[in-house]
């Protein structure tokens, strides 16, 4: 796809981790919010979390956490891919509208095909689960429709407005970029966290800065596509003791690539979408914050809610 392959060994890990039917057992437990939520961990947005928010905010500075995306550059992981078309509707051979808007009007509009999951994006919680089993206890045969998501679809999340926290891991590990492969844990997470002066709350959005997208979504494309830093298995299940809202990662698959030795490829989506509710974010755009050094912040997201998306396009804004 725009001619850049993530290795064979990566493609047959997802298609196991997807339909692997034998691989895993889910033995699963209906949320802490109740069997019949849809909307796992944005249950924490309050309007005591909202104000609360809006204290971080001390210099009126903001910055954008998406990246742009490039129509049929920027990488995706495959089969994905976005086209645009401008298109003038209704003026081709110079027609002139004039008499039909009673003025000499001309526009153009958009003309697009697009994989929601591109880029700087939000997994849904009908995104990914195990065994055709996903958040709390949903069953995709049962709602999972080629028209769309009948449950857990990425229209139904409110607002996920809230504290937001960057760790600087490039930082900890005294890099200016990670690498490929190159993962951590709890004890990388509770270290980089302590010395940046950083606290995991609930209902946080935990980013991870590994400047991965800085160093390579340009200059190197396909290498940033066929790898990357992040989260290992045990590093997924640490946080989500810590009930936050959202974990993510300057990076477009958020965990490392290839994974750590005993790892499964992606399980932390597993361990954090379909376990606990907890939405995860790809691609962030977290240099800013690096390089200025800000670890709190409050976070607004409001994505678009096209009805029945397991992902989505996002542009989330930090505020402080």
């Known amino acids: 796809m725009f001619g850049k392959q993530i290795p064979i060994i990566l493609l047959i890990g997802a298609f196991s981790m997807v339909i692997g039917a034998g691989a895993f057992a889910t033995n699963c437990e209906y949320s802490k919010w109740g069997k019949d939520d849809e909307i796992g961990a944005a249950n924490y947005v309050t309007p005591k979390l909202v104000l609360a928010a809006t204290k971080l905010v001390k210099k009126g500075e903001s910055h954008p956490l998406g990246i742009v995306v490039e129509p049929g550059i920027t990488p995706a992981f495959p089969p994905r891919s976005i086209s645009l078309q401008i298109v003038q509707p209704g003026q081709?051979?110079?027609?002139?509208?004039?008499?039909?808007?009673?003025?000499?009007?001309?526009?153009?509009?958009?003309?697009?095909?697009?994989?929601?999951?591109?880029?700087?994006?939000?997994?849904?919680?009908?995104?990914?689960?195990?065994?055709?089993?996903?958040?709390?206890?949903?069953?995709?045969?049962?709602?999972?429709?080629?028209?769309?998501?009948?449950?857990?679809?990425?229209?139904?999340?409110?607002?996920?407005?809230?504290?937001?926290?960057?760790?600087?891991?490039?930082?900890?590990?005294?890099?200016?970029?990670?690498?490929?492969?190159?993962?951590f844990g709890s004890v990388e997470i509770k270290a980089a966290a302590k010395a940046q002066g950083v606290i995991i709350r609930e209902a946080d959005i935990v980013l991870f800065h590994t400047g991965w997208t800085d160093a390579k979504l340009k200059s190197e494309p396909s290498t940033w596509i066929s790898g990357e830093p992040g989260l290992n298995n045990e590093g997924a299940v640490y946080l989500a003791s810590l009930n936050p809202m959202v974990v993510g990662a300057d990076t477009w698959g958020l965990e490392a690539i290839p994974p750590a030795k005993g790892d499964k490829l992606f399980y932390g989506h597993m361990t954090l979408l379909k376990e606990n509710g907890i939405y995860t974010l790809e691609t962030m755009n977290t240099a800013r914050l690096a390089e200025e050094g800000v670890h709190e912040f409050m976070f607004v997201l409001g994505q678009a809610r096209i009805k029945g998306t397991a992902q989505m396009i996002i542009n989330p804004i930090a505020i402080w």
């Not at 008499?99 to 849904?124: A, H, M, R, T």
């Not at 206890?137 to 409110?158: H, M, W, Y």
């Open 92 to 183: 081709q051979y110079n027609n002139d509208l004039t008499e039909k808007f009673g003025w000499p009007i001309v526009y153009n509009d958009d003309l697009s095909q697009i994989w929601w999951g591109i880029g700087p994006q939000i997994d849904g919680l009908g995104h990914l689960g195990a065994k055709g089993e996903y958040y709390n206890c949903n069953e995709g045969r049962t709602f999972a429709q080629l028209t769309g998501l009948t449950k857990l679809s990425v229209d139904k999340i409110p607002p996920l407005i809230g504290r937001g926290i960057m760790i600087d891991m490039a930082k900890y590990f005294g890099v200016r970029n990670m690498n490929a492969g190159q993962h």
